[in-house]
């Protein structure tokens, strides 16, 4: 790995924060941030409503292009996955892999996709079972209720999730190592400006665009993952908190995580990831033996099928004629949540890509992320539907009490080691919260570094802060409704983005199309002196 281990020099992180820090860049996106923490501060009410109104905006009319971008990213990394470009190598041809292929997942799967998971597993398919989606054809809290529930919490978490992180990161990783260019966002523009042309306006724009993309995201996440730890102590111990100590709280556990972003990828997230996985599958595991096994088993199989059958109906649906919004409360909110963490997503992917085959980075985020949410949400949405179905617990009193944070712990506490699970769960809470603040300063570090792969520990100290200022005053203006209409607006600007990677790569890599071609005719040559050759000649 690169070091840029200031120690070494005698430099102080503060001279080393001004020597990297891309000053344009990182101004800008502090600026804004910094605007946004005073203006949600001075009206917190009038400034949640505005988010509010402008997201139900986009929700009303402009559906159809999150879910058309979405698609068409999925057709592009299907053709990745299987085409011929995908033996390209994202280094060195025959490099090797700076990272295990388990490593490379669970850092990929931690930072990605994890926190959201934990927070929404127990209680979307709960949602749906109540609140059937339109394209079910089945009444509230009925069995085809449940199997079209567990059916929609795999379209949203299954193959979807992860596709807009290949998209960015395999070609920020192939530019940064075959070209030697940075690793930043504007370094999709190589094809078209070069790697020295990468510092023009246009770079700027485009690196300014997504540090605000990945603010959004970020303070999102955060926020979720905040909102479930605080509701997770509050319903087991009764202590409450009031908005001041969650802003500090929450201001407080980001800046505390952040601050073991310093230990960097190879001590500090490599290892953190692991221990997350580690302790997800446990808890999974545990739940699914202890928990209605056989339902799970039945509901999740007929789930599958439902899910494979109409997927295509469902990836295309935008929710025209529909008059509860349901689609944009969703899918929508769902895709534009990923899409703001993509810039972020991206460049974490390339950062752990080196030495990695195109098709390799695919199949991870399309098979891979899908093999390790899927039994998760069979799980955990079967539990649920179970625990409310059978009249075990009314789960959707607990979180109509309580909110939608809270639904994981009275479904742990209604099951056989009840008690074993309701304290693993918030362990993995706190791990996931850590591997966010972790991988996102990281990716805001080196966006507004010009690519650094080790941003100085002020830096990421910085976004930390901000970022965690900012998602506990969503939690207090508006909570988990704020925090959807905050992602679905951030996740707007980067279908731009989306669209310039995919351009990106198709140049670069046509390029190189008359190398696989002369490869693939030697392959089908006859070697000198064979069989076939001699057979040719007869």
Same mark, same amino acid.
């Given at each position: 790995?690169?070091?840029?281990?200031?120690?070494?020099?005698?430099?102080?992180?503060?001279?080393?924060?001004?020597?990297?820090?891309?000053?344009?860049?990182?101004?800008?996106?502090?600026?804004?941030?910094?605007?946004?923490?005073?203006?949600?501060?001075?009206?917190?009410?009038?400034?949640?409503?505005?988010?509010?109104?402008?997201?139900?905006?986009?929700?009303?009319?402009?559906?159809?292009?999150?879910?058309?971008?979405?698609?068409?990213?999925?057709?592009?990394?299907?053709?990745?996955?299987?085409?011929?470009?995908?033996?390209?190598?994202?280094?060195?041809?025959?490099?090797?892999?700076?990272?295990?292929?388990?490593?490379?997942?669970?850092?990929? /799967?931690?930072?990605?996709? @994890?926190?959201?998971?934990?927070?929404?597993?127990?209680?979307? @398919?709960? /949602?749906?079972?109540?609140?059937?989606?339109?394209?079910?054809?089945?009444?509230?809290?009925?069995?085809?209720?449940?199997?079209?529930?567990?059916?929609?919490?795999?379209?949203?978490?299954? #193959?979807?999730?992860?596709?807009?992180?290949?998209?960015?990161?395999?070609? #920020?990783?192939?530019? *940064?190592?075959?070209?030697?260019?940075?690793?930043? #966002?504007?370094?999709?523009?190589?094809?078209?400006?070069?790697?020295?042309?990468?510092?023009?306006?246009?770079?700027?724009?485009?690196?300014?665009?997504?540090?605000?993309?990945?603010?959004?995201?970020?303070?999102?996440?955060?926020?979720?993952?905040?909102?479930?730890?605080?509701?997770?102590?509050?319903?087991?111990?009764?202590?409450?908190?009031?908005?001041?100590?969650?802003?500090?709280?929450? *201001?407080?556990?980001?800046?505390? /995580?952040?601050?073991?972003?310093?230990?960097?990828?190879?001590?500090?997230?490599?290892?953190?990831?692991?221990?997350?996985?580690?302790?997800?599958?446990?808890?999974?595991?545990?739940?699914?033996?202890?928990?209605?096994?056989?339902?799970?088993?039945?509901?999740?199989?007929?789930?599958?099928?439902?899910?494979?059958?109409?997927?295509?109906?469902?990836?295309?649906?935008?929710?025209?004629?529909?008059?509860?919004?349901?689609?944009?409360?969703?899918?929508?909110?769902?895709?534009?949540?990923?899409?703001?963490?993509?810039?972020?997503?991206?460049?974490?992917?390339?950062?752990?890509?080196?030495?990695?085959?195109?098709?390799?980075?695919?199949? @991870?985020?399309?098979?891979?992320?899908?093999?390790?949410?899927?039994?998760?949400?069979?799980?955990?949405?079967?539990?649920?539907?179970?625990?409310?179905?059978?009249? %075990?617990?009314?789960?959707?009193?607990?979180? $109509?009490?309580?909110?939608?944070?809270? $639904?994981?712990?009275?479904? /742990?506490?209604?099951?056989?080691?009840?008690?074993?699970?309701?304290?693993?769960?918030?362990?993995?809470?706190?791990?996931?919260?850590?591997?966010?603040?972790?991988?996102?300063?990281?990716?805001?570090?080196?966006?507004?570094?010009?690519?650094?792969?080790?941003?100085? $520990?002020?830096?990421?100290?910085?976004?930390?802060?901000?970022?965690?200022?900012?998602?506990?005053?969503?939690?207090?203006?508006?909570?988990?409704?704020?925090?959807?209409?905050?992602?679905?607006? *951030?996740?707007?600007?980067?279908?731009?983005?989306?669209?310039?990677?995919?351009?990106?790569?198709?140049?670069?890599?046509?390029?190189?199309?008359? #190398?696989?071609?002369?490869?693939?005719?030697?392959?089908? *040559?006859?070697?000198?002196?064979?069989?076939?050759?001699?057979? %040719?000649?007869?």
């Amino acid at each position: 790995m690169r070091s840029e281990d200031s120690s070494r020099h005698g430099k102080s992180s503060v001279s080393r924060f001004v020597d990297e820090v891309d000053t344009t860049v990182f101004v800008s996106g502090f600026v804004l941030s910094l605007t946004a923490i005073v203006i949600f501060l001075t009206y917190p009410q009038s400034s949640v409503g505005a988010v509010l109104a402008i997201t139900d905006h986009i929700r009303s009319n402009y559906t159809w292009i999150y879910v058309v971008t979405m698609f068409l990213m999925l057709l592009f990394a299907l053709f990745l996955l299987f085409g011929k470009w995908g033996d390209i190598t994202l280094g060195k041809p025959a490099e090797d892999p700076e990272f295990t292929l388990f490593e490379f997942f669970a850092m990929m /799967f931690s930072a990605g996709i @994890a926190a959201g998971i934990v927070f929404w597993g127990p209680a979307e @398919a709960l /949602f749906h079972y109540d609140a059937v989606p339109p394209m079910i054809d089945a009444e509230s809290q009925m069995s085809a209720a449940a199997t079209g529930a567990v059916q929609y919490t795999l379209f949203h978490w299954g #193959i979807y999730y992860l596709i807009p992180y290949t998209i960015i990161g395999i070609p #920020i990783a192939f530019f *940064s190592y075959r070209h030697e260019a940075p690793l930043r #966002i504007s370094t999709l523009l190589v094809p078209f400006v070069g790697t020295d042309g990468l510092d023009n306006v246009w770079g700027k724009l485009l690196a300014i665009l997504a540090v605000l993309v990945t603010i959004g995201g970020i303070t999102t996440t955060l926020g979720f993952v905040g909102s479930q730890l605080l509701t997770g102590v509050q319903y087991t111990t009764g202590i409450t908190f009031g908005n001041t100590e969650t802003i500090l709280l929450i *201001s407080g556990l980001t800046i505390v /995580f952040t601050l073991s972003a310093v230990l960097g990828v190879e001590r500090g997230i490599r290892r953190l990831s692991l221990f997350n996985v580690i302790l997800f599958l446990i808890l999974g595991v545990l739940t699914f033996l202890v928990g209605p096994t056989n339902f799970i088993i039945n509901l999740g199989v007929q789930a599958t099928g439902g899910y494979i059958d109409d997927f295509f109906q469902m990836s295309l649906y935008t929710g025209m004629g529909e008059n509860d919004g349901w689609i944009g409360s969703w899918t929508v909110f769902y895709w534009a949540w990923v899409f703001s963490w993509a810039p972020f997503g991206g460049l974490f992917v390339a950062r752990i890509s080196r030495g990695r085959t195109v098709r390799e980075v695919a199949a @991870a985020t399309i098979f891979g992320a899908t093999a390790g949410t899927l039994p998760w949400f069979y799980t955990m949405g079967g539990t649920a539907i179970w625990l409310q179905s059978s009249g %075990r617990v009314n789960l959707l009193e607990e979180i $109509s009490t309580h909110g939608v944070a809270i $639904s994981g712990f009275p479904l /742990f506490n209604a099951l056989p080691l009840g008690p074993l699970l309701v304290g693993l769960f918030p362990i993995l809470i706190i791990t996931f919260f850590l591997t966010s603040a972790d991988s996102s300063t990281l990716a805001l570090g080196m966006l507004t570094t010009g690519g650094k792969e080790s941003p100085s $520990s002020l830096n990421r100290i910085i976004w930390g802060t901000l970022m965690g200022i900012l998602a506990s005053l969503l939690i207090v203006g508006g909570g988990v409704p704020a925090l959807r209409s905050l992602a679905i607006l *951030s996740g707007l600007p980067f279908v731009v983005i989306a669209m310039l990677a995919i351009v990106a790569i198709s140049v670069e890599f046509r390029k190189l199309a008359p #190398i696989f071609e002369r490869s693939a005719k030697e392959k089908r *040559s006859p070697r000198p002196g064979s069989h076939e050759e001699s057979q %040719r000649k007869d």
